[in-house]
């Protein structure tokens, strides 16, 4: 009987302390939300890497990336077979484009003030003739119209270069940065022909002459009006 009671004394207790305990359980706690590898963008064939708990602009989160690339160096790669390079890529929209710019030295490129570590960063810069013929086999240098193309995919000159920077949102992984306008002085060295833009803008060659390519940390586009002799940076697209 005693055994009893105590047992009873004892489910009152607990039951008081459970009472008093339920206006904290009842506050409301952020609810943690699950976190994915990837948001996936089906009509573009890109995957982001997370960690992402929801994404946006149609994608839809997932631990697996369906498509086997991922942008910015994350997913498919291929080797220059001329020197061994390793270069990532990415697939935006219908095209194939390299997430790096290239960095084969040819007898005419240039490393921006003769610096070979900017070349590992950001690339060779080269002058339009050599331009032509610098991308491995199977890729070539591209022309204006796959570059207006993939600023529309990118969502237009008026925010494709917020998509497309490594140092912006990077959307679509094309992981352009900043780049040189590079012209050789006197002394053959390779200078910047403008200091006001170098932080902003990045410039690349078209198969078309008057018309590189620019992409800031904004907006997008064609240029016109730089000089020939300058050196500028190369992305290429797969044939």
């Not at 302390?17 to 699950?34: V, Y």
């Not at 030295?105 to 240039?110: H, L």
């Not at 803008?201 to 020939?228: C, D, F, M, Q, R």
């Amino acid at each position: 009987m005693k055994a009893f009671a105590k047992f009873v004394l004892l489910a009152m207790v607990f039951s008081l302390l459970l009472s008093c305990s339920l206006p904290f359980s009842d506050e409301k706690k952020e609810e943690q939300k699950t976190q994915y590898n990837y948001c996936v963008f089906v009509s573009d064939e890109v995957c982001l890497p997370g960690p992402f708990s929801e994404c946006f602009n149609g994608g839809f989160p997932s631990n697996e990336c369906p498509f086997g690339s991922t942008p910015g160096g994350g997913g498919s790669t291929f080797t220059d077979g001329r020197d061994g390079q390793v270069y990532s890529y990415v697939k935006i929209g219908s095209q194939t484009w390299m997430a790096q710019n290239l960095n084969y030295e040819t007898d005419d490129s240039r490393c921006y003030d003769d610096d070979e570590s900017y070349c590992t960063t950001y690339g060779s810069l080269y002058y339009w003739e050599d331009a032509l013929t610098a991308c491995p086999a199977g890729w070539r240098l591209p022309s204006y119209e796959d570059w207006d193309e993939l600023i529309n995919t990118a969502g237009g000159t008026n925010i494709a270069g917020k998509n497309l920077r490594k140092d912006a949102s990077n959307t679509y992984g094309f992981s352009a940065l900043h780049s040189y306008i590079c012209y050789i002085s006197s002394k053959d060295e390779c200078v910047d022909y403008s200091y006001s833009y170098y932080n902003n803008y990045g410039y690349w060659w078209s198969t078309e002459k008057s018309y590189p390519i620019y992409i800031n940390g904004y907006t997008a586009g064609g240029t016109v009006g730089l000089v020939y002799d300058y050196l500028l940076s190369v992305r290429c697209i797969k044939k």
